[in-house]
């Protein structure tokens, strides 16, 4: 139900403080606070300045001042403050010519969203993300030019089942072992009730939670789907509750794809489906897997483009030691009706209304706005241009012979690959002015600077035990 100016200034009422937050560009929440007088009618339009040359991928020093506007829409009363809080998202603009600003990440989302109207195609898009995570007791890191080490404290992981400096109960999960245990061996049911309890609070909708497959606290919990833009909202919210639920409660929450070496990491399976009205437009009982043809060219898109959309789906070099192949991931770039290890799932329902195409690729540290985004643009490339998805490939692949797997196309194995296909292949994301060149090449720069480049440049503790005594 949308909010109007109205109703966000009488929630702003049981509230004694105004907490302002907006998007940089590789996905971070950033926000500053004001007393809640300060909130009027008024302030919905005029805005507040901010210094945007102090955000990653936005301003640079001599054209440094940006506006952000709030979107009543987007306010709730923040579950996990001590001081009555109300949070509200904001969009940035230019403060001269009050244009939207063409790097603000929701700007992008919210231009995909009318995008997708104007091609006829459908009215609205929606998405459900599944988004796993870890909860650790502790975490100790630490890389200088000297010292380089991490190391991850879980009661209920593996490698504790011998530790006697706390009490020990045992039944701590194996290497793969932790899909669905019931308490004890699940310890942390009480803290993801938690977890959901306050996202309903904050006004989402929740369908459920559970233990992940891998030791040491891996834990999921799927939102109610809705609307592009408003699902990237949530799944920031998401990462807030959880994160300082997680920390009033003695633990710490991590949405890396890959804390832990010998199990599994934490994906984020993306599902979306076109709506046209009342009707699915991805639904038709006769077809594959209740495919419409419609469906089938979405997937299209989605395959073609795979390299370069996991360089905005799957941005951090730490999302391809999770993206390896022969580990269960989902690496090859084909879909299957039930096969796990394909890009693309269809999951088995017959339902009209739940008949959805499932992108199994993306991770929580992409920047959900500009994911979404770029999946939609994808994936509607595929329907402008009818671009066939081939067969489905509902068979074992990691049994198949070696020359039939070399016919089946893997994702690209580095972050540097992934950007080097975007920089290559991103003219679909620009359709509808959508998404802007200055954006893709400061996103691309930014990542090889930043993350690409300081990996590189940096050695990793295994390499003293595989090359010291070379």
């Known amino acids: 139900m949308t909010k109007t100016i109205d109703q966000v ?70 579950p996990t403050a001590d001081i009555p809080t109300l949070v509200l998202s904001c969009n940035v603009y230019d403060p001269l010519t009050f244009e939207a600003y063409s ?33 650790f007791d502790g975490v100790r890191y630490s890389s200088t030019t000297n010292e380089s080490f991490y190391f991850i404290d879980s009661e209920e992981a593996w490698w504790e089942s011998g530790h006697n400096g706390r009490p020990n109960y045992g039944r701590q999960i194996g290497p793969k072992r932790g899909y669905f245990p019931v308490p004890p061996t699940d310890t942390l049911q009480p803290l993801r009730n938690k977890f959901m309890l306050a996202m309903e609070k904050a006004g ?23 609307t592009l833009t408003r699902m990237a909202d949530n ?25 832990l070496f010998g199990d599994n990491g ?20 006769g077809g594959y897997a209740g495919l419409s043809q419609t469906a089938k060219y979405y997937i299209g898109g989605l395959l073609k483009h795979a390299p370069a959309l996991l360089a905005l789906t799957s941005p951090s070099t730490n999302s391809y030691r999770r993206l390896v192949p022969g ?24 339902s009209p209304k739940a008949k959805r195409v499932e992108f199994r690729a993306p991770d929580p540290t992409c920047n959900p706005y500009l994911a979404f985004s770029a999946i939609l643009m994808a994936g509607l490339d595929g329907i ?14 990691y049994e198949l012979p070696a020359e039939e797997k070399k016919k089946i196309k893997q994702v690209p194995s580095s972050l540097d690959q992934v950007l080097d296909a975007l920089e290559a292949d991103h003219e679909f994301l620009l ?40």
């Open 9 to 78: 200034l009488e929630m702003a009422k049981a509230t004694e403080v105004v907490d302002i937050r907006f998007t940089d560009l590789p996905g971070t929440w950033h926000h500053f606070t004001m007393p809640t007088h300060r909130l009027t009618e008024d302030f919905f339009e005029d805005g507040i300045p901010f210094d945007g040359s102090s955000i990653r991928g936005f301003q640079e020093i001599h054209e440094s001042d940006m506006l952000l506007k709030p979107d009543p829409d987007c306010a709730f009363v923040d």
């Open 103 to 135: 790097r603000d990440p929701r700007y992008v989302a919210l231009k995909a969203e009318a995008y997708l109207k104007t091609t006829g195609i459908a009215d609205a898009v929606y998405f459900a993300p599944e988004a796993e995570f870890f909860v």
């Open 204 to 226: 989402v909708k929740m369908d459920l939670h559970h233990h992940e497959v891998a030791t040491a606290g891996q834990s999921e919990m799927s939102m109610t789907f809705t």
């Open 235 to 259: 799944l920031l919210l998401y990462k807030y509750i959880i994160k300082n639920v997680a920390r009033q409660n003695g633990k710490t929450a991590t949405f890396m794809p890959k804390p």
């Open 266 to 285: 934490s994906g984020m399976h993306v599902h979306s489906s076109l709506w046209k009205g009342d009707t699915n437009v991805f639904f038709d009982e």
């Open 327 to 350: 580990y269960e991931a989902p690496v090859n770039i084909a879909y299957s009706q039930r096969n796990r290890s394909a890009i693309c799932r269809i999951p088995a329902t017959m």
């Open 384 to 397: 402008c241009n009818e671009i066939d998805p081939g067969e489905p490939q509902d068979r074992d692949l």
């Open 431 to 470: 359709q509808g002015d959508v998404f802007t060149s200055d954006l893709l090449e400061e996103y691309i720069k930014y990542k090889r600077v930043h993350e690409v480049d300081a990996i590189r440049l940096r050695p990793t503790p295994h390499e003293f035990n595989l090359y010291f005594d070379a």
